[in-house]
């Protein structure tokens, strides 16, 4: 089946420091990425789309300028959490949509555990 | 906006005995899907339905979608240790657009 790789896995950094996530899908193309933030036990929360060749969408709440979204191709998006901060440690997973296919589905990266000291 | 509700937030039952989990869509829906987190992983796709009144059945999973297209449930028969893990539905509104996911199920089995 599809796969999404989310790197890295988990990643500790200082508060001010900018910290990037990759997602990339390896076996097939998404013109479309999303990202979300998950807390302990609790829902995935639609941070934004990512959109291949054009600017993310960002729900409303998320600052944009905060959390920098690049889709560059068509099988690599990354989230850039700029000048983190302590309140900014979550788990952020990506997923991404099959361009091939009519199916809704979303293939989800391992996610990625920030935390920030 | 649009909001996806899901209940119960937690369930425990005893191995065999059955489960259910309910959605609900403040709007309607063009599809909704299913996905499972085990403790520690990502979510995985388990199913997608897209008519109004479908249901369909995965071994001992049973999806349906209701009349209106704004409320789906999940149930599954006599639950085995391998079901643990949290349920989360997700609603879409267009086709290529984003799932808005439910708050989740979490599910524990007492052996």
């Known amino acids: 089946g599809a796969v999404v790789s989310q790197h890295p896995s988990w990643v500790i950094c200082k508060s001010g420091t900018s910290v990037k996530i990759e997602c990339r899908s390896l076996?097939?193309?998404?013109?479309?990425m999303f990202w979300y933030r998950q807390f302990p036990k609790q829902s995935l929360m639609l941070m934004a789309t990512?959109?291949?060749?054009?600017?993310?969408?960002?729900e409303q709440g998320v600052e944009k300028d905060k959390f920098l979204i690049n889709h560059a191709s068509l099988t690599l998006s990354t989230l850039t959490v700029t000048s983190a901060h302590p309140e900014d440690s979550s788990f952020y997973i990506c997923?991404?949509?099959?361009?091939?296919?009519?199916?809704?589905?979303?293939?989800f990266g391992s996610g990625t555990q920030l935390s920030v000291l | 906006g649009q909001q996806v509700m899901q209940i119960p937030q937690y369930q425990h039952v005893q191995e065999g005995e059955d489960f259910t989990t309910y959605c609900n869509s403040s709007t309607t829906l063009s599809n909704i899907q299913w996905y499972k987190q085990r403790p520690g992983g990502h979510p995985v796709f388990l199913i997608q339905l897209v008519k109004s009144g479908e249901v369909k059945k995965q071994k001992r999973l049973t999806f349906q979608f209701g009349e209106a297209k704004k409320n789906s449930s999940l149930h599954i028969t006599a639950t085995q240790t391998t079901d643990v893990g949290t349920y989360f539905c997700?609603?879409?509104?267009?086709?290529?657009?984003?799932?808005?996911f439910g708050q989740g199920t979490e599910l524990s089995v007492k052996p």
């Open positions: 997700a609603g879409g509104h267009n086709q290529g657009g984003k799932l808005i």
């Open positions: 997923s991404a949509r099959d361009r091939r296919t009519t199916n809704e589905k979303l293939f």
């Open positions: 076996d097939f193309q998404a013109t479309t």
């Open positions: 990512s959109n291949e060749g054009s600017k993310a969408t960002y």
